[in-house]
Structures are given as structure tokens and as C-alpha cells.
T-cell receptor
Framework: GEDVEQSLFLSVREGDSSVINCTYTDSSSTYLYWYKQEPGAGLQLLTY?????DMKQDQRLTVLLNKKDKHLSLRIADTQTGDSAIYFC???????????FGSGTRLSIRP | DTGVSQNPRHKITKRGQNVTFRCDPI?????LYWYRQTLGQGPEFLTY????????KSRLLSDRFSAERPKGSFSTLEIQRTEQGDSAMYLC???????????FGPGTRLTVT
């Protein structure tokens, strides 16, 4: 079945690293995504990883994929106030068109 | 700005009225998607087009909903006889043929009173 789960909230201190976790159920998922949504806005594609990869790094963002446990994480280094947003984990099969989203993790930054 | 654009950004309508939303995708993108997002949830897929052909529709897309992409460029999503349960953010996205990277517009927030 199709299901993507994330914790609802995460609070981190400014300058620390944030780690947002996600689990998915379908092992045939080929693409795993992280999107960011700021209040009242659409979704911004942050990064994505193919299922044959373990890790992807892009500036302050590091994505780790544990395919055996169906676990995906997003690490944001040196978290800033501008990183406050809702982060969505999502999956897609290579043969499919739609992206299946989790319910999102709200990241808040404390000084 | 060559991103995905959507109009209107906000729409308030009375129950029973018809509404139409427009999406202009990134110009070189073949695929166009519609999603719906309710408060506290992630977006849910509604339908998608490859050029002008509507290739997939979700079970969420009741017969009151219709989407078109007549010339393979912009798309419209119409909701007939709106209900309060239709209140949501309607998001449009576009991508190249592979669909690997879907880029979203700012959304149209619909409120049905």
C-alpha cells in the first residue's frame, strides 16, 4: 500500500542541525523527495534521491536513504530562521505520474 | 519569472456555485498535474496531463470536477456545484516527460461558504 509517515513537529535551536525523518511502506518506490512549504505558499522541491542511492548531499542538505528499513531522512546543517517551514517527504514509482506525500513535519527554529 | 503560475490565488464562493481555476505551467514542460491540499495534510493527487491528453484521474476527482488542457499549455480545473468539503488549496505542478521533478505553483485557496 501507499503510505508515507512523518512526525508532526520538530524544534531546533538556530545554528544546530535539523534531522527530519520519514518512513514509507512501498519498497517499489523509485524516487523519494523532500519538499518545503512556507505559510500560504506552494511547495518548493528541495531535493530528491533515487532508490539505488544511499545518500545525496546538496549544500546544507543531506538526504539519507535506508532502503531495507524504508527510512528516509533530511538533515539541514546550520539551521537558520529562514528554514522554518513544513517539510514534506514523498515517494513516486518510476512508472507512475503521481507523487504521494506525507502529512509534513513543521520545523520551528528557536533562538 | 518562468515558474508555475496559478490564478486566482484566492476564491471565496457560495455552496452550489461553479468555480474555475487556471494553471500556467513552466513553458517547456509536457506534463501538468493537479493536487489538492487540505489543512494539516500533504497534497493529494487529482489528475495529470501529458500535453493535451488527460492520462490519469484519481478517485478523489468526482464527476463534479473537470480538468482540461486544450492546447497542451495552460490547464483549467472546474468544480461544479461546490460543496463545503471542496474547501482546500488546489495546487498545480508541471514537469518534463519523465516526471522526475515536479515544480509546484503557489496554489489557489478555495473557500466554500
Amino acid at each position: 500500500g501507499e503510505d508515507v509517515e512523518q512526525s508532526l513537529f520538530l524544534s531546533v535551536r538556530e545554528g544546530d542541525s535539523s534531522v527530519i525523518n520519514c518512513t514509507y511502506t512501498d519498497s517499489s518506490s523509485t524516487y523519494l523527495y523532500w519538499y518545503k512549504q512556507e505559510p500560504g505558499a506552494g511547495l518548493q522541491l528541495l531535493t530528491y534521491i533515487f532508490s539505488n542511492m544511499d545518500m545525496k548531499q546538496d549544500q546544507r542538505l543531506t538526504v539519507l536513504l535506508n532502503k531495507k528499513d524504508k527510512h528516509l531522512s533530511l538533515r539541514i546543517a546550520d539551521t537558520q530562521t529562514g528554514d522554518s517551514a513544513i517539510y514534506f517527504c514523498a515517494e513516486r514509482y518510476s512508472s507512475a505520474s503521481k507523487i504521494i506525500f506525507g502529512s509534513g513535519t513543521r520545523l520551528s527554529i528557536r533562538p | 519569472d518562468t515558474g508555475v503560475s496559478q490564478n486566482p490565488r484566492h476564491k471565496i464562493t457560495k455552496r452550489g456555485q461553479n468555480v474555475t481555476f487556471r494553471c500556467d505551467p513552466i513553458s517547456e514542460h509536457n506534463r501538468l498535474y493537479w493536487y489538492r491540499q487540505t489543512l494539516g495534510q500533504g497534497p493529494e493527487f487529482l489528475t495529470y496531463f501529458q500535453n493535451e491528453a488527460q492520462l490519469e484521474k484519481s478517485r478523489l476527482l468526482s464527476d463534479r470536477f473537470s480538468a482540461e488542457r486544450p492546447k497542451g499549455s495552460f490547464s483549467t480545473l472546474e468544480i461544479q456545484r461546490t460543496e463545503q468539503g471542496d474547501s482546500a488549496m488546489y495546487l498545480c505542478a508541471s514537469s518534463y516527460m519523465t516526471g522526475d521533478e515536479q515544480y509546484f505553483g503557489p496554489g489557489t485557496r478555495l473557500t466554500v461558504t
